[in-house]
């Protein structure tokens, strides 16, 4: 471990005081940057679920099949996320989530947003499913059990 006493020789306190000090001052900014980039970050994941609550894509309003849905699923779904909607390596689990949610994601990936590195993939995936499509997937989905 390198010691102000490595940087700074001992003939030199002034300096080694004054190092401490700004070594100190930087961490203290440091520390205050990251605790403002984490309720930030906080910040936007409210403000994202309060859009997933209110906002409705027209999915949600329609009535799912769930064996047409495991249809599609088996199809489009399975490779990545597994059999039972679990997740697989850097896929994410999909059981467990309300439909409200699964239907805003469906529908933002169909619309072009990007959410991370497995965008592309995604927005291939869904990006011809009909609006009755992903009513059915998410049927299935939250028909699975969440174990």
Same mark, same amino acid.
């Given at each position: 471990?390198?010691? $102000?006493? *490595?940087?700074?020789?001992?003939?030199?306190?002034?300096?080694?005081?004054?190092?401490?000090?700004?070594?100190?001052?930087?961490?203290?900014?440091?520390?205050?940057?990251?605790?403002?980039?984490?309720?930030?970050?906080?910040?936007?994941? *409210?403000?994202?679920?309060?859009?997933?609550?209110?906002?409705?894509?027209?999915?949600?309003?329609?009535?799912?099949?769930?064996?047409a849905?495991?249809?599609?699923?088996?199809?489009?779904?399975?490779?990545?996320?597994?059999?039972?909607?679990?997740?697989? $390596?850097?896929?994410?689990?999909?059981?467990?989530?309300?439909?409200?949610?699964?239907?805003?994601?469906?529908?933002?990936?169909?619309?072009g947003e990007?959410?991370?590195?497995?965008?592309?993939?995604?927005?291939?995936?869904?990006?011809?499913?009909?609006?009755?499509?992903?009513?059915?997937?998410?049927?299935?989905?939250?028909?699975l059990? *969440?174990d």
């Amino acid at each position: 471990m390198v010691t $102000s006493e *490595d940087v700074m020789p001992r003939a030199c306190p002034q300096l080694s005081v004054l190092f401490r000090a700004l070594l100190g001052a930087f961490f203290g900014a440091l520390c205050l940057a990251g605790a403002a980039w984490a309720a930030e970050e906080t910040s936007s994941q *409210d403000a994202a679920s309060e859009e997933v609550a209110t906002a409705e894509p027209a999915a949600a309003a329609l009535p799912g099949d769930a064996a047409a849905g495991k249809k599609l699923y088996r199809r489009n779904c399975r490779a990545c996320h597994g059999a039972t909607a679990k997740g697989a $390596s850097s896929y994410p689990k999909l059981v467990g989530h309300p439909a409200a949610y699964l239907i805003d994601k469906v529908v933002r990936y169909r619309e072009g947003e990007k959410f991370g590195p497995n965008t592309p993939l995604m927005a291939q995936r869904v990006k011809k499913l009909s609006d009755q499509d992903i009513a059915n997937v998410t049927a299935f989905i939250i028909s699975l059990p *969440d174990d």
